[in-house]
């Protein structure tokens, strides 16, 4: 099990990445949104303890779209085409911590508006982070002579979202970095992301 993390400082989190989670077109973005988000990520930057894990596992895929993974065989049209010509795949879980679920609570006591923007911010904040990952990542298998293939989580296309009962059974990152996962399978702390990404050689 490999432990990543990263100073929030570090992180590129992208303004209008965090202004289309708010729901914004880029067309009618003015320079005051700009100003307002970008100090809410300021904000959300001296909250976030961005850390992940992350493990490599072998995988097989039938023509018939079961895939074995190591917590198990699924059944996923969708991931089995993600992961076509792949023999190996990373499997992460990445939070940016509880501070900022205590931060975004008292916001949304204080200011409905300004809990919107902070939760906008935290999305674009977290997939920072699994970028930043996924690149580390990309250069080390670029480094095999491999190529790695996009993220794909539980909960997209028509890979169940019961997957992250998997995940987390073989991840275990309740003990790592402090992430779990709940009856209803939403994750704890809120801002977290569960992913696969497949390894072609």
């Given at each position: ?35 307002m ?30 895939i074995t ?121 809120e ?11």
């Amino acid at each position: 099990m490999d432990i990543y993390t990263i100073n929030a400082k570090d992180l590129v989190i992208n303004e209008y990445e965090a202004l289309r989670y708010l729901g914004y077109v880029r067309s009618s973005i003015t320079d005051e949104d700009i100003e307002m988000v970008k100090a809410a990520i300021e904000e959300v930057r001296g909250l976030a303890a961005p850390k992940a894990c992350f493990e490599r596992y072998p995988v097989t895929i039938s023509e018939d779209f079961d895939i074995t993974m190591p917590y198990g065989i699924i059944h996923s049209k969708d991931l089995a085409t993600n992961l076509n010509g792949c023999s190996e795949i990373y499997i992460f879980a990445a939070t940016i911590g509880p501070r900022f679920d205590m931060a975004l609570t008292r916001q949304r006591q204080i200011s409905i508006a300004k809990a919107a923007v902070y939760q906008s911010v935290g999305a674009a904040t977290v997939e920072a982070l699994c970028d930043t990952l996924n690149e580390d990542l990309r250069r080390k298998v670029l480094e095999e002579g491999g190529t790695l293939h996009p993220r794909f989580s539980p909960g997209f296309g028509d890979m169940s979202l019961d997957n992250q009962k998997g995940i987390f059974s073989v991840l275990r990152p309740e003990k790592s970095i402090g992430l779990t996962l709940k009856d209803n399978l939403i994750m704890a702390p809120e801002k977290s992301v569960t992913a696969i990404i497949g390894i072609e050689k």
